[in-house]
Every structure is written in C-alpha cells, then in structure tokens.
C-alpha cells in the first residue's frame, strides 16, 4: 500500500521540523513547503523540501497533484506578540491572507483535511485557573487576533465546503529533539526557556523578568509548558482523527500545570548547573497573571497524553543549545554555580 501523502506548510521551523520527522518514523510521505522567510537554520528535516511561498496558489496546486497530497499541516506563520502589535499588517498578510490562499489552493486540489497550529493567545486575559475551550476568545494582540481569523473560517469552511480541520491552540511550544538533531531557532528569540538557556551558556548575559508584582506566589508570570514532541504526537491524533471520516474540532494543548518564571530559571540552573542572572523590568502590557491549559478534551477525543515535564523540556532544550554553541565555534561556557 503507498504511504498517505501529507504537506507541511512551514516544516522548517522549529515546531513544523520535529513534526516532519514523527510523520517520517509514523510510515506519512512528508512533503514541505516553506519560503525559509524565518528559518535561519535549515534543519535536518525528512522527505521533499519545496522552497516557496504559501500564497503560491499555482505551486501549491502542482504539489498537491505531483505527491498526491492528502492532507495539509499548516505552522507557517509570524510568531511574535510584540511585532505583531508594531506591525499588525505583516501579522494580518502572512497569517491571514496568505494562509487563507493556501487553503483555496488545498480545496482546488481537492485536499479537504487540515490542521492548522493555533495559540492560547485567542483567549486574551481569560482570568481564569485552568483555560478550557469553552471559555470566551477574545485575543488582546494582533497575533492572536489573526490566529483566530483562521479558526473562524476553518470553521466556516467544514460547515460549508467539507473541508474539515482541527485547530490545535498550543500553550507554550518546548523543548528540542531528545538526540539533540532538532531544535529552537528563532530569530530574533523571544522564547522564555531558549532565552534562560542562552544565560546559563554564556551567550546572553542576563534574562529579563517582565513584573514580578503579579498575583502569582512569587509575582512572576505563570505558563504552561508543553514539549514540541508532545505538540507532534497531538497533530498526528488529530491527522489519525480526520483520516478515520471524524469532524473536525478545536483543542487545547498543554501540560495542565503552570510554572512561574523563576521557578523556570531554578530549573534550569538545577539542570545546566550554571548560573542564570536575572534583571528586574516593568510589566509588559497584556501579561496575564496565569496561563495554564485544561486539555482535558484533547485528552478524551485524540486519546493525548503528554509524556514530557519541565525537567525534560529543560534538559533536551539544553543539549540543542550546546549543539547551536558549537555550531557557532565557541562552546558553551556559563558560570558554574557555587
Ligand atoms: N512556538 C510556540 O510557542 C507557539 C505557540 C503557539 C502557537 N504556535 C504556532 O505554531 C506554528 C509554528 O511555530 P514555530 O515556533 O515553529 O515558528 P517558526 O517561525 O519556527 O516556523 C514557521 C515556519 O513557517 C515558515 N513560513 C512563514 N511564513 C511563510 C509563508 N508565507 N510561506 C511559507 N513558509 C512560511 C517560516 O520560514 C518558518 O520556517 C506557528 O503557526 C505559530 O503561530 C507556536
């Protein structure tokens, strides 16, 4: 029997390349699309790599017939908050627009399965201990506004057309490759866990820690974090879920535990054995105090459960960070603790 065909619309970033390697070793023909407009390191990803732009209607067509695609993974986007909110036109074209010409390129060829990467920003300032997918949306940045665009018309869409979609909100995307292959590089990096790991290995001399008068144990910010492998292993449910004739849904994806900053930063010093300063800033605007994901639902329909904690996440992010150190020439080289 031939291996089903599937399309990773930005599987040479950080999330879309682990992605590309579980759909490899799970029997997929993995086929990328990815223009590498934010992949400065040009990962090590399996199958056919095809450079070119999303909004390419006529090359996503050719793609689709030539490999016989049958469904479509979708991470290619603009990620960060803070641009998004200083250029909300860039955030609202690539995510939106040009996301949306792909989709009318998919159904041109007849591809009607899709998963598309979301974000737990669709909710805002939800206020609430535990985020599940019953609470309003109501995203407070141009980012999250164009994630939840594309939600909305994928939703639209399988009523109308068929064209059946899940929509994966994730928390906060972790950790690397355990064998150290594959990993975080973005470029500006404006991640928390690369960021620390850069302290402890001497790249960067300090973090910033954004507020800590929140109304959180120790004030600083509490998130969820969730290993990128995790993340993969919840698409490829999904994508078993929309081959076994299911609808199409939207889920939550994260640990069900939240960690403040600091706690992050203990962590890490206890994984890397270094020392991570950290300088005291103001608040940013429109840092909710807590973040943390109910992915019960996720739980019950894509049978998803995820196996990595922050430990993990720490140390395999910190064995991609020695390996993005050598690259560079110069070895990690943090401050031991005393
Ligand atoms: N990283 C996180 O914590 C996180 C959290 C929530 C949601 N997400 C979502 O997950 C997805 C993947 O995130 P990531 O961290 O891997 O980002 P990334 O920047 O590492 O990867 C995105 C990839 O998409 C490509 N791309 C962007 N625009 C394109 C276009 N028009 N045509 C073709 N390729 C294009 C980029 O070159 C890059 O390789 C994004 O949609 C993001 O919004 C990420």
């Not at 969820?224 to 490829?236: E, G, S």
Request: with cysteine; aromatic share 8%.
């Amino acid at each position: 029997m031939s291996k089903q065909a599937v399309l990773v619309v930005g599987g040479a970033g950080f999330i879309g390349s682990h992605m590309c390697t579980l759909l490899d070793a799970a029997g997929y023909a993995v086929i990328v699309l990815d223009s590498l407009v934010s992949s400065r390191h040009r990962a090590a990803i399996p199958g056919v790599f095809v450079e070119g732009d999303m909004a390419d209607s006529a090359l996503v067509e050719r793609i689709c017939r030539q490999h016989r695609i049958d469904a479509a993974l979708h991470f290619a986007a603009f990620i960060e908050v803070g641009e998004s909110v200083r250029d909300p036109a860039k955030y609202f074209e690539n995510n939106v627009i040009k996301t949306l010409k792909l989709v009318e390129a998919l159904r041109a060829a007849s591809v009607d399965k899709f998963i598309f990467s979301s974000t737990a920003s669709v909710y805002g300032l939800p206020g609430a201990e535990a985020i599940d997918e019953s609470l309003p949306v109501k995203p407070i940045n141009p980012y999250g506004m164009t994630k939840l665009s594309i939600e909305q018309a994928l939703a639209s869409y399988e009523q109308a057309y068929g064209f059946r979609s899940v929509r994966l909100r994730y928390f906060n995307a972790a950790g690397a490759d355990p064998e150290g292959e594959l990993g975080e590089c973005h470029d500006p990096e404006t991640h928390l866990i690369p960021l620390i790991l850069q302290a402890a290995s001497g790249r960067r001399d300090h973090i910033k820690l954004f507020g800590d008068d929140y109304g959180t144990p120790d004030g600083s910010c509490i998130r969820d974090y969730v290993h990128v492998l995790d993340l993969c292993r919840a698409h490829l449910a999904a994508l078993e879920r929309l081959n076994a004739g299911l609808p199409g849904d939207v889920y939550n994806l994260g640990n069900g535990g939240g960690y403040s900053v600091l706690e992050v930063v203990e962590a890490a010093r206890e994984v890397t054995g270094c020392e991570i300063e950290v300088r005291r800033e103001a608040r940013r605007p429109g840092d909710p105090d807590v973040l943390v994901a109910d992915a019960g639902k996720a739980r019950r329909d894509l049978g998803w459960t995820p196996e990595y904690g922050l430990r993990d996440i720490i140390a395999h992010a910190w064995r991609w960070e020695q390996v993005l150190c050598a690259e560079r020439g110069a070895p990690a080289q943090g401050t031991p603790l005393r």
